[in-house]
Nanobody, 123 residues
């Protein structure tokens, strides 16, 4: 059983930056593909980014390409999401997720989820 705990959310003005972290425990972190998702009020959860087990390949939804960067540190059992040039439409609860055999955009394929961290971008 893998436990995931996100941190780093908060309130930021448009154009600002935040770095989210997700600390994993209870499993061998390097065995898992990791992803970030978000859910805005009244909307379905959507894929943001994912990363392979070694960190060698990353995948982003179009709306965050060039602004967000996903990375991981397997020695620290942590995955990160660096968010730059934030926009009000990035406001959401951000979740990290772990998958044993998948690193794409379908949330149903992820096995473990964190509780989420709120990101609010003011205009």
């Amino acid at each position: 059983q893998v436990q995931l705990v996100e941190s780093g959310g908060g309130l930021v003005q448009a154009g600002g930056s935040l770095r989210l972290s997700c600390a994993a425990s209870g499993g061998t972190f390097s065995n898992y593909y990791m992803g970030w998702f978000r859910q805005a009020p009244g909307r379905e959860r959507e894929f943001v980014a994912s990363i392979t087990r070694s960190g060698g390949t990353t995948y982003y939804t179009d709306s965050v390409k060039g602004r967000f960067t996903i990375s991981r540190d397997n020695a620290k059992n942590t995955v990160y999401l660096q968010m730059n040039s934030l926009k009000p439409e990035d406001t959401a609860v951000y979740y990290c997720a772990a998958a044993r055999f998948y690193y794409g955009s379908r949330d149903i394929e992820y096995d473990y989820w964190g509780q989420g961290t709120q990101v609010t971008v003011s205009s």
